[in-house]
């Protein structure tokens, strides 16, 4: 065997060595797991402990996942329990080996991970070699996914949580629909039985509210407790605070706690005088239509004066500013997805957005025209000389609306945008306008030229829609004028047309 396949380090200790045992193990603690609460999941909190001790709540957590759910990554992260070191440490020289088989690393992802951030992640196996916190979640995984998946394998070995703070902000990018995030911790170590289930619960309402700030203040406070025995309570602190940084702020982005239990509930081996907490935590992304946000005269000249400087900036000196927030109306705060469309001379030049976005307007805006610019494969670059002779139309969208039935599209108003496994597709509102495109039109051709599915593949796929704001610096606005700094970066992008 190839010696850079990652053998199991625990099996037969945590959990049975025998595939048929385990197996039927497995298969027992999802027959009594917690039951599925929530569609759209994005990540989960697992235990990983023994499986006699932990794998009733680890059960409960992995049964959230949809087992028909196509998933291209699954990230497992967990924090180091035998070295410290600054940086993650992502597996990417083999598989691993587990009893049952062989579970396939991303090693092409992983490694460039580690190429792109040297200083965020390494390519070091060695942390990985003995560490249980990955491993035991993998038969968890295996059992309940149906579709081919790759795994990347990060441990955190910092204790410095501004690293995680820096960590998550190369990982949250890819917390989207097509990947799903592990994050293995245990609770409370060591404290009494009664003690266990109070701090465990403080610790959990931490999380809940989707702050890294509420969640490191809770583990001070409760150090302060001064609490017999306890020796930490999130023995994974650092990889949950890690997905807090990835999703604070996504508004969309719920967690919800779905089973607790404690070492001292295991009958006949729980010992109530020293415990180790468990809690299984879910994240679900909840996509609904948001009422109420409109956008006056004066804050769509501010996005347009934005948009028109970063492209007059980045092509004459490759360089943008940043803006001050405070002087911004509260409109540019608001996390809602952005397209911004380029035109020269009446014909389309670049077009890029997102549909929802966790970072604020203004900072989105710099991006998408900086991707419409540089970034649109159906064009070159935007070239100094041409600033002349282009203008600018942003689309300001309205959170994304499931719908179950197509008669709720209305032509001209609303956008759609298509998802379907790895496939998806959107078009803006204006589409259908210019085409001329009816109900069925429209989704048949997001369906075929956008999403890759054949042309009535929209209806086994998941449907939704939203609304768009729509201006332009040609009927609306001539803001070459104004010099106002911004910010951001291109990343991400996604084409309408």
Not at 8 to 26: H, R, S, T
Not at 201 to 226: F, G, Y
Not at 466 to 472: K, L
Request: charged share 25%; glycine share 6%; with cysteine.
């Amino acid at each position: 065997m190839d010696s850079k396949e990652r053998l199991p380090a625990v099996a037969g200790k945590f959990y049975p060595g025998e595939p048929d045992i385990l197996e039927e193990q497995i298969t027992g603690l999802f027959a009594t797991a917690g039951p599925r609460k929530t569609k759209y999941v994005r990540a989960i909190i697992s235990p990983h402990a023994g499986y006699m001790f932990s794998g009733s709540v680890a059960a409960s957590a992995f049964n959230q996942i949809e087992p028909d759910a196509h998933y291209k990554r699954v990230f497992i992260i967990g924090s180091s329990h035998h070295e410290r070191f600054e940086e993650a440490a992502v597996y990417c020289k083999g598989d691993f080996i587990m009893p049952y088989g062989r579970e396939k690393v991303d090693s092409t992802f992983g490694n460039m991970l580690v190429d792109r951030y040297p200083s965020l992640f390494s390519g070091n196996s060695a942390p990985h070699r003995e560490e249980h916190t990955l491993e035991v979640q993998l038969p968890f995984l295996h059992h309940v996914l149906k579709h081919p998946y790759r795994i990347v394998p990060i441990l955190i070995g910092t204790a410095t949580p501004s690293v995680c703070c820096a960590i998550a902000s190369v990982l949250k990018q890819y917390l989207t629909s097509e990947n799903l995030f592990i994050i293995s911790s245990d609770f409370s170590h060591y404290p009494g039985y009664k003690d266990a289930c109070d701090i465990d619960a403080l610790t959990k309402d931490a999380i809940l509210t989707n702050d890294p700030d509420a969640l490191t203040e809770r583990l001070s406070a409760n150090s302060l407790k001064q609490i017999p025995h306890l020796a930490t309570s999130l023995c994974g602190w650092s990889s949950v605070l890690t997905l807090l940084h990835m999703t604070t702020g996504n508004e969309y982005m719920k967690y919800d706690a779905i089973e607790y239990r404690n070492s001292g509930d295991v009958k006949y081996y729980g010992d109530h005088n020293r415990v180790v907490g468990y809690w299984a935590i879910v994240v679900s992304e909840h996509k609904e239509e948001k009422k109420g946000f409109c956008l006056s005269r004066e804050d769509k000249a501010m996005m347009m004066h934005i948009s028109r400087n970063t492209l007059e900036e980045f092509c004459a000196y490759e360089k943008i500013h940043e803006a001050e927030p405070a002087d911004l109306p509260a409109s540019l705060h608001e996390h809602c997805g952005a397209f911004v469309s380029l035109h020269k001379n009446g014909k389309l030049r670049g077009c890029i957005g997102r549909l929802s976005c966790n970072i604020p307007l203004y900072r989105l805006l710099p991006e998408m025209t900086l991707a419409a610019a540089m970034h649109d494969p159906r064009f070159a670059p935007v070239q100094k000389e041409e600033l002349d002779d282009i203008d600018i139309e942003i689309s300001v969208l309205s959170p994304l609306k499931r719908i179950d039935d197509i008669d709720e599209i209305e032509l001209g108003k609303h956008g759609i945008y298509i998802e379907e496994g790895f496939h998806s597709g959107v078009f803006l509102p204006q589409v259908a306008t210019e085409t001329g495109w009816n109900a069925e039109q429209f989704l048949g051709h997001c369906a075929r030229d956008k999403a890759g599915l054949d042309w009535d593949g929209w209806k086994k796929a998941d449907l939704y829609i939203f609304t768009a704001t729509v201006f332009s610096e040609e009927t609306d606005y001539s803001c070459r004028q104004f010099q106002t700094p911004v910010i951001g970066s291109p990343q991400n992008p996604q084409r309408p047309w």
